[in-house]
């Protein structure tokens, strides 16, 4: 009997390590592909992948970048191009064409703001019940018809009308590309999302970049309507300013072609042609190496949570005065004191394209900083200097022109402050994904809508070219913006203060719990063991009898 007992027992035992097996294949396998991410493994400066990262992950990350960043740099470069044009064809023929003596160019940017901040909501809405493959591309084409049918434009109100059409369908833009990393998942009937493609030192580069791109079509906007002003004005009877909407839309039709290629598919539904099964398990893996949450479902207690925290009223008050102090001094703020000094028309499109070159190299040296020390304080302080001299140059005023070309260049490096004010939340708001894609999409309907306001209260086109309350009131904002970083500083190092000692709590509650289930596996191990030795004597017992 004890004989049989033994085999019986050692037969289940079989059977328990048979059923083992098959989890611990599947856990080998998890773990080949955590070993491919990239702990940090040294403080070395690095300029685009961090030093210990496997080939596996360099070539997804290269992927990456060949197809989301560059179909949303793309894009973003036709968004900002059209904002620019405006501004451009005021200054190239349109105020004489259309005989605009007012602050029709305000309400002109105004409606086109209006626009967008109405979009924002409906497109959210949309963008979580619809693909972003499918969304974004459709929004790209009917973006590119309104903005060609304003070239027809007779009056500042048609204007006006087609403005804020471009408006509310760009508003899928901005919050649609910073979330198209983020992946719809259809569980048990709910939908949500799930982190954004890139991992944390990945993102003040490439948001930069992101950025940066925008920008760069602020500097081609006007050396394309420098080079038609030079060259078809006139053409088919079609006035220069009016060319520039038309190349515009011209511009806007590949991406509809590029986004439908190269847009990857949700990543929890399925793979998308340019990346193996390997790879979209490594997309994953790489979020979670950053505590990268899934988004739940969005019910009540996200309202509570958005607004019960400091995130929301310290972030959008940060990115509100960032946007305060962006509303001048500005490219076309800088165009109409070109043109109030009679310099020509090629002169006040090209001259202010310096100063989105500052923002340019200005952001992409302070993303790679940031991204290689961890830190993005450094760069904000050099923003709030840099802005301080020049509004106080401007409020001077009476100065000489080389130091009005400087007070104006100089003021670009705010550009830069849009991408850390994002990865900032990304990093502070990881742990909440329907938080941070609440306080993300409010940056940026908030900021817009106060700039709006400021814009036309302290910068009217009236007043140009010395904008007397708007380089006062930007002075103001410039000091105030520097006068919130450390607000900012406390509440974000107090929220790492807490979740480290989580971090340390739950450590040792799970390496107490752990040692107590090892001691009473030991000692039912030992009282299982104590009971066969006694079965067994007492059955030699009556084996001799």
Same mark, same amino acid.
């Given at each position: ?393 401007? $409020? ?8 009005? =070309?400087?007070?104006? #260049?100089? %003021? /670009?490096?705010?550009? *830069? @402050? ?38 036309? $209260? ?8 010395? =904008?007397?309350?708007? #380089?006062? %009131? /930007?002075?103001?904002? *410039? @000091? ?66």
């Amino acid at each position: 009997m004890g004989f049989l007992r033994k085999m019986l027992g050692g037969s289940r035992q079989d059977e328990s390590s048979e059923r083992v097996e098959e989890p611990a294949t599947a856990q080998a396998q998890t773990s080949a592909v955590d070993a491919l991410i990239a702990p940090k493994t040294s403080d070395k400066f690095y300029f685009w992948t961090r030093p210990g990262t496997s080939k596996e992950e360099k070539k997804l990350v290269q992927k990456l970048d060949l197809a989301i960043l560059t179909f949303c740099c793309l894009t973003f470069f036709a968004k900002d191009l059209d904002r620019n044009n405006i501004n451009n064809a005021y200054i190239s023929g349109m105020k004489e064409d259309l005989n605009l003596n007012g602050n029709e160019l305000n309400w002109m940017v105004t409606w086109f703001q209006i626009g967008y901040i109405v979009g924002q909501i409906p497109s959210q809405i949309l963008l979580t019940k619809i693909s972003p493959r499918w969304y974004l591309p459709a929004a790209e084409f009917f973006w590119g018809f309104f903005v060609l049918f304003i070239y027809k434009c007779q009056t500042p109100e048609q204007i006006y009308a087609l403005r804020f059409c471009v408006g509310f369908i760009e508003a899928a833009s901005w919050p649609g590309l910073h979330f198209m990393g983020m992946c719809r998942l259809s569980r048990r009937g709910s939908k949500f999302y799930i982190g954004t493609w890139y991992r944390n030192h990945e993102i003040n580069k490439r948001s930069g970049i992101f950025t940066a791109s925008g920008i760069a079509a602020t500097m081609f906007s006007g050396y394309i309507q420098a080079g038609i002003y030079e060259t078809i004005d006139g053409h088919l009877g079609i006035r220069g300013w009016r060319w520039l909407f038309i190349i515009d839309f011209l511009i806007t039709c590949p991406m509809v072609i590029i986004g439908l290629i190269i847009i990857p598919n949700p990543l929890y539904e399925k793979s998308t042609w340019w990346m193996t099964e390997t790879e979209r398990q490594m997309c994953m893996k790489r979020l979670e190496a950053d505590n990268r949450k899934p988004l739940g479902h969005f019910d009540r207690s996200l309202f509570k949570r958005v607004l019960g925290r400091w995130h929301f009223w310290i972030l959008c008050t940060w990115f509100s005065l960032m946007y305060f102090v962006y509303q001048a001094p500005t490219t076309s703020t800088m165009a109409l004191w070109l043109k109030a000094e009679k310099y020509s028309v090629p002169d006040a499109n090209n001259l202010p394209t310096v100063y989105s070159a500052v923002s340019i190299v200005f952001m992409l040296v302070s993303g790679t900083y940031n991204d290689w020390r961890g830190s993005q304080v450094e760069s904000v302080i050099l923003i709030c200097m840099t802005q301080i001299v020049s509004e106080s140059l401007l $409020v001077a005023w009476n100065i000489s022109k080389p130091a009005h =070309f400087f007070a104006y #260049y100089i %003021a /670009g490096t705010i550009q *830069s @402050l849009f991408p850390i004010i994002v990865s900032w939340t990304h990093r502070v708001c990881s742990s909440d994904a329907e938080e941070r894609a609440i306080v993300i999409g409010a940056l940026n309907s908030i900021g817009l809508a106060q700039g709006t306001w400021w814009n036309q $209260v302290f910068v009217p086109t009236v007043e140009a070219p010395r =904008f007397y309350r708007g #380089y006062r %009131a /930007g002075l103001a904002a *410039s @000091l105030a913006l520097s006068a919130w970083l450390p607000v900012v500083m406390w509440f974000t190092r107090r929220q790492e203060r807490q979740e480290k000692n989580q971090a340390t709590t739950s450590q040792v509650t799970e390496g107490s719990e752990h040692d107590t289930e090892e001691a009473r596996a030991s000692l039912e191990k030992r009282g299982a063991s104590t009971n066969l030795t006694e079965q067994d004597k007492a059955n030699e017992v009556g084996i001799v009898m």
